[in-house]
């Protein structure tokens, strides 16, 4: 069975950094695009970033291209989210998701990590 | 960018009602949409990917049509646990845009 666990979302000021986790098992990350999707509180989804199966490839939304970094630890099997430079507006719960179906879609998410910024 | 326009933003309806919700996508995307449920507090789930084909474990009572700009997702007789929100998300490009969201709440 698939599982996506995210972890260290919290509290941070304006201009801060956090890393975010996610945690996979019951397939092997590497074979996968992941991505990192957000939703502010009380909004809709927006996508955020998607690192190739491979690792070397990755994708970032406007509102966080040269702050947020996406990789992966295979040895870990674990997804990450680098977070730099933070802004009010990036507070949202945080959900990692699987690509699937010849990523054509997400078809496995998390249940996601709340990131507050504020002063 | 392309811009995804879901509409309505929300309906109202009963159990066993039928629904239909649309996304317009700004330009052509051919097939390359997919639907997902969203329950409060939980992460979504995918429903229909590749515009009509259903993902495995979701009933039959929900399906996808459409290509090009043009996408719709029906629910035939709406379950109590159907009432949610519904996004629609291209994938033939990025960023992987998702509609606004269509809540579907009890009438």
């Known amino acids: 069975e698939v599982q996506l666990v995210e972890s260290g979302g919290g509290l941070v000021h304006p201009g801060g950094s956090l890393t975010l986790s996610c945690a996979a098992s019951g397939f092997t990350l590497s074979t996968y695009p992941m991505n990192w999707v957000r939703q502010a509180p009380g909004k809709g989804l927006q996508w955020v970033s998607t690192?190739?199966?491979?690792?070397?490839?990755?994708y970032y939304a406007d509102s966080v291209k040269g702050r947020f970094s996406i990789s992966t630890d295979n040895s870990r099997n674990t997804l990450y989210l680098q977070m730099n430079n933070l802004r009010a507006e990036d507070t949202a719960v945080y959900y990692c998701?699987?690509?699937?179906?010849?990523?054509?879609?997400?078809?496995?998410w998390g249940q996601g990590t709340l990131v507050t910024v504020s002063s | 960018d392309i811009q995804m326009t879901q509409s309505p933003s929300s309906v109202s309806a009963s159990v066993g009602d039928s629904v239909t919700i649309t996304c317009r996508a700004s330009?052509?995307?051919?097939?390359?949409l997919a639907w997902y449920q969203q329950k409060p507090g939980k992460g979504p789930k995918l429903l229909i990917y590749v515009a009509s084909s259903l993902e495995s474990g979701v009933p039959s009572r929900f399906s996808g049509s459409g290509s090009g700009t043009d996408f719709t997702l029906t629910i035939s007789s709406l379950q109590p646990e159907d009432f949610a929100t519904y996004y629609c998300?291209?994938?033939?490009?990025?960023?992987?845009?998702f509609g606004q969201g269509t809540k579907v709440e009890i009438k």
């Open positions: 998701a699987k690509a699937g179906h010849g990523d054509s879609a997400l078809d496995s």
């Open positions: 690192v190739g199966g491979s690792g070397d490839v990755t």
């Open positions: 998300q291209q994938v033939t490009s990025f960023p992987r845009t």
């Open positions: 330009q052509a995307i051919g097939s390359w």
